[in-house]
Each structure stands twice: as C-alpha cells, then as structure tokens.
C-alpha cells in the first residue's frame, strides 16, 4: 500500500495553467465591464475603434452605424457596422472570439487598438452575461457574399468555436457587422455612448458616424471633411525604449550579420559612427554575430545605448489631428452653441517618452452657448479615441487643474483645479504607445515628459483666449462708446443749434476726433446663391491712414473665393490674402468683397481678419497683423508711411500733420527695386 500523498503533492495536483480568456473572464472589470453601463459603452467604443482603424488602413471614408435597441429589461442588442474593407473568413473566427490576437501589437505606430483584447472582450462578456454566441457579418470586394458566422470562446482554451456559419448577400462592397446581445444598461449623459461618439466626431472629422438609440431616436454626426489623416508609417524600435529582455529577443531574431549592422538597421536613431562608438564602449566587436551576445554583454550594450547621443524617434509613426481638422471637428459637432471664439489649435512638435514618439494638441473654444457659471467642459483623447472615465486619474486633467487660469481670464478658485467659465478645452495626446493608467485604456498616466508637454501646449492655448478676452473687452467698450455718441450727440447738437438759432453742424470731425478708430465691419452672407462676405473699412481717426488688410480662410476652400477686388498678395496654401487699401482720410470708407459657390462649407468664424499700419488700440472689428506672418513686401507703403511720420515728429511736427503719402509710395517702389 502506497503511502498518502504529501501536502506539496497534493498542491501541485491541482496546479494548471489558466488561460488569458478565463483569467479576464473573472476579471472583467480591468477592461471596462465592472456595470452594465460601463459595458454597454465599452463595447461601443471598441466596436467603432476597430471599424475607424480598418477604415483608415485602407484608406477609406469611415462610414460608422452603431444600433442599441431593447431585448428586455436589463439585456441590450449592439450592433456596429463599418465601410471596412473587410475581413477574410478564415480571419472572423481568431479576430472576434481570441483574446491578444492582433496586427497591431508588434507594430510601431500610432493606432486606436493594440493588444488585440478589445472586442473579443466584449464578445466574451456577453457570451458570459446572456450566453448568446456573436454574430459577425463581414464582406470583403473580391467576393460575392458576405460570410455570416456565430461564435463563443471557448475561455479554457483562448480559441473560437464557430456556432454556426451562412452567407449571404449584402448591399455594400465591403464592411463588417457584428452583432452582440449582453447585459446592459442605456443611459444617455455624460459617460454614454452618445458622448463618446460626439468626442470620435470632433477628432474623426472624416468619418460619418450614426447612433440609433433603443428609443428609436437617430443621431447623425455628419462628415465635416473628406480629407483622410495621414498614415501613421512604422518605424524601428529605438534604443530608448528597449528593455534588457527585448534587446535579447531583438539579437537573437536578427538576421545581420554583425552587430554593427544590427544597430544601424534594426534600430532607429544609430548612425554608423555612433554603432562603432558604442560597441567600443560596450566592449564588443562590429562583425560579432547578434545571436552570439551573451547576457552580460546584452547588459553592457544596453548601458551604452541608453547613454548614447542618439537621434530622436522619428515622428512617422505618429498620426495627429492637425490644426485645420481639430477646429473643423469642433465647429461642426459644437456649431449649435455658436461659440464667440475658436483658438487656434496648438500642436506641439514630437517629443520622447520612454523611447516612443509622442505630441501633444490643444483645441480651446470660448463663449456663445456654453455655460459660464459651470467649470470648463475637458475632452481628452488619446489616439483619436475620446476617454470619458477616470478623468480625476488622467494626467490631462491634472496639467488642465494645475494651471493658473486667472492669468488668461477663466475663474478659478486659489488658483488651481478645474477653472470655471463658457469654454471647452480639448486635449489629444498621440503616440506610438500610450502610457494608461490600466488595460481599459481611460485615462492616461502620470509622467515628468508627458506632463510638461501638456503643460506648454495649454499655456499656449490660453494665452490665445488671454489676447481674445482683452479684445474682447477693449471692443465692446469702444462699440458701447460708439452707440453712444452716435446717439447722444447728434440729439444734443440740435437742441443746442435750436436754443442759438443756427443751422444743425456737421458732427462728423468731433466723432472722429473723440472715436479715434479704424472701423472694419465684415457681414457675411449665405444664401442660395452662394456665399458673400463683405468688408468696410472707416477711418475714424484725425489722420490719414493707408492700411493693409489681411484674411485668413480654410486652405481647402480658398480656392474656391472669387475677389473684388483682387488682392495684392496670396499664399494659397496658407489660405491668406491681402489688399493695400487706397488712402483714407479722416472719416473715410473704402469697401472690398469676395464670394463662394453655393454650399461651400465655409461659415464666418472660418475667416479672420488682420489689419497692419495701426496700432491695435485703434482697430475696432478686426485684429492687429500676427508677428509671426511672413507675408509682406520689404518694405511696404504702410512702413514708408510710418517711417515719413516718425521723421515728422522727431523733427517737432505735432503729429496731427497729414503725411505725405504720396512721396511715402515713392520711396517705398524705390526700396522694393533696390
């Protein structure tokens, strides 16, 4: 008779090995299925993530439908369908019902997915929640059919198991639909899938995205630009980012055939002569084989890497918004609380983190309906795909919190957290690897090169709103002032010439004289004919002025403006154009105008108006040439103007005499020719 067995035997029995789908399955919560709201939008958010990146890849305008309708009182029907190029059927199986089963995960770019968990999560929650298979229709062009497949995972084993299979014919060329029935909640607030499809809208521009709610209610978040982001090119791992186990694994899969080459070609940011150095410094030799690199010697090149003087990653990886799209994105979901002011958006140039590429982008909007005795309203995003939960936990939100806001005009208690006031701050973050706080992938982590980032991208996005608000305020004095004296005075004037008995005076010098403004008035027009937007210009100063006037237009829609006029100067890729206006003397109008075609997606925020050859404490209703414009000839009438007046004073001349332009034209043409 055998003895019993030992304790330690009897523990090591009942050792196995869990797969990843049975460890998340009694995890769930670590990938956003902790309640069935959060469930319902997490698998909205991967199911549209995924269609967005297909789309993309492809090179195709995003065409999203997301469908929630009712099955009972706590189970929900998702479907998400995509214009997709579609996916094999011998694919369908691994990419829906497989947990860390992907394309991207080993790719060195920016991408919305990764890890290849999202939506074999969601079909495995509700496989778990309703014991209901998923059912994934998907057409690719090459064939006729669409392939129709039902699948559960088999979470013992982390492999698929097809239910059933069918096809059938489907109206579009391509695309995929998957369906899912699970354990789920329909709320429609801040944390819904509603919101999180607004936020892809405002940084997916490209894409038409569709929300049927359980109600019935359609949601259209129309295709503000057909302009497709660039694509995100991978690139090598660099040196920065290895760990010492990924440097083993590097050296032992390459096919070099000495380590110099190794370095040059397997990895971004080695030069030839900084290999030979570091190698030096590492003790190894050039033609050493990669697979021959022992651990110590992996450990010492490893050192020399990371102190090397090596190139910064290359930012093809990265995908950004840009500027263009970002307010294009905001003024299309936001166009209904007609905002007072959109900043210019910020993008700041690629930096490091950890090795990977990463930049920072700042969209801020002001005024018009949002609320101004709420805090500012935050839309974080990282790799275009919006983050609605943690945002306490998101080092976006502590940059946005830690910055003084009484500097640049929003109220903030002591001066840190979250400021107060009619405005929205949007904040994107792009990398080739996130760092998040967890695998749900909802807020992003703390970090000193991220942090500072974010900081300098903010600090530049409201001192745009600084400048706005003290305009702001300076006009609407200078208007209020304005309406005034056009009102009071002339009453005044008439009763005082009626006490005296004489005529009525002509008022026009003292408003002038007390005024003191060059007036820019620009109406815009829209109509069926098409799109007009006009432009006076009054001289309300004692002096004679010769001015330039600037503009600025969406680049995509420049071309399409008709000048009357035509302007003096153009950079149509910048989208500008301007005119030197005849002289104006005091109370003198000159008029400009240029016009669209019909429907042309251009409204009167898109355009901004400049005026150089006056101060701007003396501009009413357009803003002061940026520095920064590089647009100008050497030496321009207005400058020859200013240069003959500074003359004038410096030789006593009181400043109220009228310069003499013509004689400042001259001299002006004689500098352009020498």
Request: proline share 8%; glycine share 6%; with cysteine.
């Amino acid at each position: 008779m055998s003895p019993p067995p030992t304790i330690a035997q009897q523990l090591a029995a009942k050792q196995r090995e869990i797969s990843v789908a049975e460890f998340f399955e009694r995890n769930r919560q670590i990938l956003g299925f902790d309640n069935p709201q959060r469930a319902l939008l997490t698998t909205v958010k991967e199911g549209v993530d995924n269609g967005l990146d297909a789309c993309d890849e492809a090179r195709i305008l995003p065409d999203i439908l997301v469908e929630i309708s009712k099955e009972t009182d706590d189970r929900l029907r998702v479907a998400v369908t995509d214009s997709g190029p579609g996916i094999l059927r011998r694919e369908i199986p691994n990419v829906f019902a497989r947990l860390l089963y992907g394309s991207r995960f080993h790719s060195n770019r920016q991408a919305r997915g990764q890890q290849g968990i999202g939506i074999s999560a969601a079909v495995l929650y509700a496989n778990l929640t309703t014991a209901r298979p998923a059912r994934v229709t998907s057409k690719v062009e090459e064939e006729e059919a669409a392939h129709v497949l039902e699948l559960v995972i088999d979470t013992q084993k982390n492999q698929p198991r097809v239910v059933s299979e069918d096809v059938t014919l489907w109206d579009s060329p391509h695309g995929t639909r998957v369906e899912l029935v699970l354990k789920a909640r329909y709320v429609r607030g801040r944390q819904s899938p509603y919101e999180y499809l607004r936020g892809t809208a405002i940084v997916n521009p490209h894409a038409r995205i569709v929300l049927v709610e359980p109600d019935g209610t359609r949601v259209t978040f129309e295709r503000a630009s057909t302009d497709l982001p660039p694509v995100a090119k991978e690139t090598l791992p660099h040196p920065y980012g290895l760990e010492l186990g990924e440097l083993g694994y590097l050296l032992k899969a390459s096919k070099r055939s000495g380590l110099a080459e190794f370095l040059t070609k397997d990895l971004q940011g080695v030069s030839a002569r900084t290999a030979r150095e570091l190698l030096a410094a590492a003790g190894l030799t050039n033609s050493a084989p990669p697979a021959s690199v022992s651990g110590d010697e992996q450990d010492r090149l490893l050192r020399a890497l990371h102190d090397a003087p090596l190139i910064a990653p290359s930012p093809e990886g990265l995908s950004p918004i840009g500027s263009i799209l970002i307010k294009r994105g905001l003024r299309n979901v936001l166009g209904e609380l007609r905002p007072e002011f959109y900043c210019p958006p910020v993008s700041r140039p690629p930096k490091v983190h950890a090795g990977f590429p990463f930049m920072v982008e700042v969209g801020l909007v002001y005024g018009g309906g949002l609320p101004a005795d709420q805090p500012v309203q935050i839309l974080r995003f990282a790799n275009r795909v919006p983050l609605l939960f943690q945002q306490g936990a998101c080092a976006i939100t502590n940059a946005i919190s830690n910055l003084d806001w009484r500097r640049y005009g929003l109220d903030q208690k002591g001066g840190s957290g979250l400021p107060s006031g009619p405005a929205l701050i949007l904040v994107h973050v792009a990398s080739t690897k996130v760092p998040f706080t967890n695998e749900a992938k909802e807020a992003v982590a703390e970090d000193p090169e991220i942090d500072k980032e974010l900081t300098l991208a903010l600090q530049a996005a409201a001192r745009h709103l600084r400048t706005h608000i003290s305009r702001k305020s300076r006009r609407d004095f200078a208007s209020e002032k304005f309406a005034i004296i056009q009102r009071i005075l002339p009453k005044l004037a008439e009763k005082t010439s009626h006490l005296v008995g004489k005529g009525v005076p002509d008022l026009t010098p003292v408003i002038t004289r007390i005024m003191d403004i060059v007036n820019v008035e620009t109406p815009f027009e829209s109509d069926k004919n098409g799109v007009r937007a006009k432009v006076e210009v009054t001289n309300y100063t004692p002096r004679t002025r010769v001015l330039e006037l600037f503009v600025e237009i969406p680049p995509d829609v420049f071309p399409l403006a008709v000048f009357e006029p035509v302007p003096d100067g153009v950079e149509a890729a910048l989208g500008r154009a301007w005119w030197t206006l005849p002289k104006l003397g005091p109370n003198g109008r000159t008029a400009l105008s240029f016009s669209f075609p019909p429907k042309t997606d251009v409204e009167a925020n898109d355009l901004d108006w400049y005026v150089a050859g006056i101060d701007e404490a003396h501009i009413l209703g357009a803003e002061p040439l940026p520095g920064d414009w590089d647009v100008r000839l050497p030496r321009t009438i207005v400058e020859a103007a200013e240069a003959a007046a500074a003359d004038a004073a410096a030789n006593g001349a009181t400043g109220e005499e009228e310069v003499d332009y013509d004689a400042a034209e001259a001299s002006a043409h004689t500098s352009e020719e020498d």
